[in-house]
């Protein structure tokens, strides 16, 4: 499964990076939306879009978390409040700089800080 976190809002965003966005239902700021098995169509939105998202695979424990946070059962996202502690830097120059981009495992300890 992976997870899509939406970090930066829409002031000064290009159409098609707005529209990408709005097609992955990743419409406002701090929306998580999980792909179970994604299709190389949500590969290539996701791959368009790292730079204003962050993503990674999650575990079973925190999908469970997400489930049992969110109040109704018939959305296909999550809300999540601004991580606790901050956000150090959105940018994602270098190695482990920054919570934009791919973050693989560590995926789970920023959904952790925002639930």
């Known amino acids: ?6 970090i930066k809002g829409q002031v000064g965003l290009d159409k098609d ?9 990743i419409r406002r700021k701090y929306a998580c939306r999980v792909f179970e098995k994604p299709n ?9 879009v790292k730079d204003f998202v962050a993503f990674g695979e999650i575990d ?20 999540l409040h601004p ?7 959105k940018k ?3 190695v482990h700089k920054g919570v934009l981009g ?4 560590e995926i789970n ?5 925002m639930l």
């Not at 990076?17 to 239902?25: A, D, G, K, P, W």
């Not at 991580?83 to 830097?89: C, L």
């Open 17 to 25: 990076i707005v529209e990408t966005l709005n097609r992955l239902r």
């Open 60 to 79: 079973d424990e925190t999908y469970k978390k997400l489930v049992e946070k969110r109040k109704t059962k018939i959305k296909n996202f999550f809300r």
């Open 40 to 48: 190389a169509i949500e590969l290539g939105m996701i791959r368009k």
């Open 92 to 94: 994602h120059f270098g």
């Open 102 to 105: 791919n973050h693989k495992k």
């Open 109 to 113: 300890k920023l959904i952790e800080r």
């Open 83 to 89: 991580p606790r502690g901050g956000i150090d830097s």
């Open 1 to 6: 499964m992976i997870a899509v976190i939406r």
